[in-house]
């Protein structure tokens, strides 16, 4: 009778599963750049920038009613001290372990996903919000592609000093026919994209080359690059220069892995405006080609999954990839915890599922890993919550003192951060047998990169 009485009292005061919201990663729109764009630009650097005013503007608009958990006040304060759910199991006792879920959701695009908040009773789906009011290109930044320095089609003067490649005065690159900033690489002979493809001196670069310390190389002179939801930004480069990518990473916000490879470009704007017989200098589809390095770099984990991009036609040119590797630090990188909170704790790559009675919502956010998002998300909700319950002349309030946050990758690839709020703070711990993933339909959504964050002076609540 005693030990049924313990485990009785253990298995109420353990967290119960919430259900992980499908729909909120499926409908979201994705966000303007998955990668490169395939036409040269001179000056090809992408600027990225974090906009963390508009950012916070566009998730408070979004959090509209207070939450509150089914545990509350001193009972969820008390929930840090519990053991974990992987503590007790192992004596042989198990609620709320991860399961394969499988959901049936239309893969419809919309630019808004809502569902209400969490109530006083656990609801069987997140609260979930996607904002179409974040910047399009991802949900924490905006990325702006500086095109070539201005010139005779632009209205605007041209700098002091342009900058190599720009034909700054004379020429857009993207005007009609107009010659492209020339590639650092070789050009194969012939000319054609079977002996570019073919280029063993191409190949060897790629597979000779240093993994950097601190990074795993993930994949290997493949013929396309990465596309994912988590695109940073991207340069070009003088030669095969996997160091300076990964310094481009290392000193880029929210980069933990970057993409170089090898890309078979035209050397003038390919143009079919009339024929080849017009005197106007219009008619280029077909010209010839230069080679180009790139380096992309990536808000999330890559691996060979995530290069889809195999080039493309520009008007009658084919762009083609060789020369594709992949490096990743994902693992060996510790996300900045937002202002307020203390250091993150590591969840072992599970979702932490099973803090239903004391989760308040969720919320997904496209794009790169970003806890920030996450941490703006849980303040506006603890806000609301104090306003809402001043307003009813309350004497306490549900506050969030932790969130769980998250990637999500849809059949391999980098989707968006999830984030889940709650009341307490639970221990990491329940990631390990929390939710890693499940179906829908055809998509299995797992997860990545899973950490906690608890507010450095913890909410009690009470005014």
């Not at 762009?319 to 594709?324: E, F, K, L, M, T």
């Not at 390990?432 to 450095?456: I, Y």
Request: a negative charge.
């Amino acid at each position: 009778m005693i030990v049924a009485a313990a485990i009785a009292r253990m298995a109420a005061a353990a967290p119960a599963p919430q259900q992980f919201d499908f729909a909120a990663v499926l409908e979201a729109p994705s966000p303007s750049a998955t990668g490169p764009p395939l036409t040269v630009i001179a000056n090809a650097t992408a600027v990225f920038s974090v906009d963390t005013a508009s950012l916070a503007a566009s998730i408070s608009s979004d959090v509209t009613s207070a939450a509150t958990a089914s545990i509350t006040g001193e009972s969820a304060s008390a929930a840090s001290t519990q053991e974990s759910v992987s503590a007790v199991e192992k004596r042989g006792w198990s609620w709320g372990t991860a399961t394969t879920t499988t959901s049936s959701v239309q893969k419809t695009s919309t630019s808004s996903v809502k569902s209400s908040s969490s109530t006083s009773s656990v609801k069987s789906s997140s609260s979930s919000t996607v904002s179409s009011a974040i910047p399009t290109t991802s949900s924490t930044s905006t990325t702006q592609q500086q095109s070539s320095t201005l010139t005779s089609s632009s209205s605007t003067a041209c700098p002091t000093t342009p900058e190599a490649g720009t034909y700054c005065g004379f020429i857009n690159p993207e005007d009609p026919c107009a010659p492209q900033p020339d590639g650092y690489g070789p050009k194969a002979s012939p000319d054609t994209v079977a002996a570019f493809q073919a280029d063993s001196e191409l190949h060897k670069m790629a597979l000779n080359a240093v993994t950097p310390s601190t990074y795993e190389r993930v994949f290997v002179d493949l013929n396309a690059s990465t596309s994912a939801n988590s695109y940073l930004a991207f340069k070009t480069l003088q030669s095969y220069d996997v160091a300076g990518c990964a310094n481009y990473c290392d000193t880029t916000d929210l980069c933990t892995a970057f993409n170089i490879y090898i890309e078979r470009d035209p050397s003038l704007n390919p143009t079919k405006n009339g024929d080849s017989s017009n005197s106007t200098g219009e008619y280029c589809p077909n010209p010839s080609s230069i080679t180009n390095y790139k380096c992309s770099i990536w808000g999330s984990s890559i691996d060979a999954s995530s290069a889809t991009n195999a080039g493309d036609y520009r008007e009658d040119f084919q762009v083609v990839i060789v020369g594709s590797n992949g490096y990743d630090k994902t693992n060996n990188t510790t996300p900045a915890a937002p202002p307020g909170y203390d250091a993150p704790s590591n969840c072992t790559g599970g979702a932490i599922n099973s803090g239903g009675s004391y989760w308040l919502g969720s919320n997904f956010f496209p794009g790169p890993f970003n806890p920030s998002a996450c941490g703006i998300y849980a303040k506006a909700q603890g806000d609301l919550n104090k306003q809402s319950a001043k307003a009813k002349g309350a004497k306490s309030y549900t506050p969030v003192n932790m969130f769980n946050a998250y990637t999500i990758h849809k059949n391999g690839v980098a989707q968006g951060t999830y984030c889940t709020i709650f009341d307490t703070v639970l221990s990491p711990a329940y990631g390990k047998t929390g939710f890693r993933g499940g179906w829908s339909g055809n998509n299995f959504l797992g997860v990545a990169q899973s950490w906690a964050f608890s507010l450095s002076e913890q909410d009690s609540g009470t005014w």
